[in-house]
Structures are given as C-alpha cells and as structure tokens.
C-alpha cells in the first residue's frame, strides 16, 4: 500500500514484522508491513484493539527495533541503527504525542517544552525562545508559567504537542491524542494537528479508534491483525 506518488516519500516501510517472545509461546504483532507516506501527508492508523497499530508506531518513532524487514525515514535506514544512534536519530526527527499528556507537574508549560531541548546544544535563553514559540503555535503563549494542574485537559494536550514539535521534528507521531478528551476539546486539537500539516508542513501518523478523528486525515490506512488491509485517502 504506497502514498500517493505526488509527493516525495517520507517514510519507507518494507516487510515489516515485530514478534515478541512470551515464554514458549510467539506472538507475531507486525506480519509483513508495507507503508509508504509521503511528505507532508497527514495519515489516520485505524484498527482493533491487539491489530498492531502502536507497535507500528513505536517502530516508526525508533522507541522499538524490527524482528524483520526495513524502515527508511528521509533515507535514513533506523533498522539499521545502534541503540544509541537510534536514541540520537530520535531526538533530533520525532515528535511524540500521547493519549495522556505525560507532563511533569512539577514544572510549568514552558519548562515541560523545554524538555526535549536539553537534549541539543542550545543555551537556556535559545531553549527558552524556541519553547515559547512552540507554546505560541499551539495558542497558549500565555500560559507559559502555568502548572498543569491549572490547565484543562485540552491546553495540557496542547502543551504535549508543544514539547513535541519544538525540535522541529521530520515526523509527529501521535497516539490516540483524544483519546482522553471530550468531543469539544478533541476537536480542538484535531483541528490544531491540521493547522500543523497544512501550515506548517508537518508529516503526522496518528493512531485512533475515532472515525470521527481519522476523518480529518489526508489518508487512512486499517490494520487487523498486524497487516494492512484497506486505505482511503480523503
């Protein structure tokens, strides 16, 4: 199942296949995957419940390693990669956004976008900057000091996508990032990871169990028991 052919690949996933070991028994979650997505696409993950689709992800963000077959990212071959060249190829191409925000109370919206950064080189008044940016792209630039506990779920959803392009990422990944929201907040940030792809050019793979959700993607692939089985595109 291939991206359209009007935009370059971004990603590409060949014979994909992940199988986990618990005790005697194999599990095969991933069954020779094929996926390509192109750049700047905005592509919906939809399937059943154990079909495959965070482990594909996990994958694709280089937080998990193939049993077999290829993963290319922007020519970059990560199932190739050490652990650690892994870890730094992560840092630097992916944005992850999750069901739960995964915010650290303690520190302000700021300082949890700050986060990735002290990872990178830059000095505390560039990593500063860069996260009020990311704050003032996601429309909370003023409420850059506020804890998450005096946010609602909606702005510490925000502030999770946030952090998460704030390095300016190749590929945002998101998984089931309404999940935890009720229709009016979720449809904020849908319309937030629109605003993303069509302004901003990012390419996003989200995981969601919400037609409602996947409809606001470009392309929509099915996953049932770890192989694709349909594609829509918008």
Known sequence: MNAPTSAASLVKVRQLQKTYRRGSERIEVL??????IAQGEFLALMGPSGSGKTTLLNLLGGLDQPTGGSIDIGGERIDQLSSGALARWRASHIGFVFQLYNLLPVLTAQRNVELPLLLTRLSAAERRKRASIALSVVGLGDRARHYPRQLSGGQEQRVGIARA??????LLLCDEPTGDLDRKAGDEILELLKALNRDHGKTIVMVTH?????????????????????????
């Open 31 to 36: 069954q020779g995957v094929d996926l390509e």
């Open 165 to 170: 392009i704030v390095t300016d990422p190749t």
């Open 210 to 234: 919400d037609p409602h959700a996947a409809a606001c993607a470009s392309r929509l692939v099915h996953l049932e028991k770890g192989q694709l089985v349909t594609e829509v595109t918008a």
